[in-house]
Structure formats: C-alpha cells, structure tokens
C-alpha cells in the first residue's frame, strides 16, 4: 500500500526529472477543474478531492505554484491558470508570474457585478 509520502517522493522526481528533461522552467495548467462554484462544491466532489486535483500534487511535493487571473468562464466567475515549478525556485516561478502580468491584463479585471 503507498502513503502519501511514498506518492510524494515519486512524483516529486517525476516532475523534477520532465521539467528537466524538456528544459522546461514550469508549468501551466488550470488551477480548478470547475468553471462554476456550484459545482466546486458537490459534496461527493469536495470530499474525494476532485477540485483540488491539480493543486494536490504540488501541495504534497513541495514544488513552487502560483495562481494567476486567466479570465472568466461561461458564469462570469474568475478562472486561474496555476504555474508550476522546479524545487527550490520560487525566483523563476515569481518571474514567469510577473511577466504574464505584464502582457496580459487580466488582473486588472473583474466580473460583472
């Protein structure tokens, strides 16, 4: 049976070894699985940890995230794109972050009230 450490240490190599295999500094990838914060919250969903999907990996390695602004979905609520990178470089990562900032505008946006 595998722990959660034992998942961790594998797919912390795995991750380590593709972004440097691909000379790649991150990652990007939906921060959310849902476009709509109905169905982020189904009770069946939220309790086997459906919508952290994406995130979860990252939590349990270490590896350095952010979340960005990325536009809104059909609803009008906020979607965000999620940056991942190598261990220990959160400077790339922030880096990468900020000059997304700067050719987009999407922080300086907000859903229709």
Known sequence: MLNATEVGRAFRS???KTLSEQNLKAVA???SPFATAERSRRRGEH???INA???APFNITG???ISLPAGFGDAGIPVGAMLSGE???DLTLLQIAHAYDLATDWSSKAPPI
């Open 14 to 16: 795995y991750f380590s």
């Open 29 to 31: 990838m939906p921060t």
């Open 47 to 49: 309790s086997r940890g």
């Open 53 to 55: 999907c994406f995130t």
């Open 63 to 65: 590896h350095p995230s």
């Open 87 to 89: 261990m220990h470089d």
